[in-house]
């Protein structure tokens, strides 16, 4: 773990919301983020779009 940067293993438990809260200490969510590591197409000129 470096910074604030926190890796939460699913892999542990189908309990997302507690495993959120273990590491927020708190069950309040004001965010997030959806769909990491899904490739987005590219919109430059070296995308060939």
Known sequence: M???LRTID???S???G???AEV?????VDSA???V???APGHSAASGR
């Open 24 to 28: 927020i200490g708190t069950h309040k």
């Open 10 to 12: 699913l892999s542990r």
């Open 37 to 39: 590591g899904f490739e």
């Open 14 to 16: 189908d309990r997302l």
């Open 2 to 4: 470096q910074g604030w």
């Open 33 to 35: 983020i959806d769909a």
């Open 18 to 20: 507690d495993m959120i």
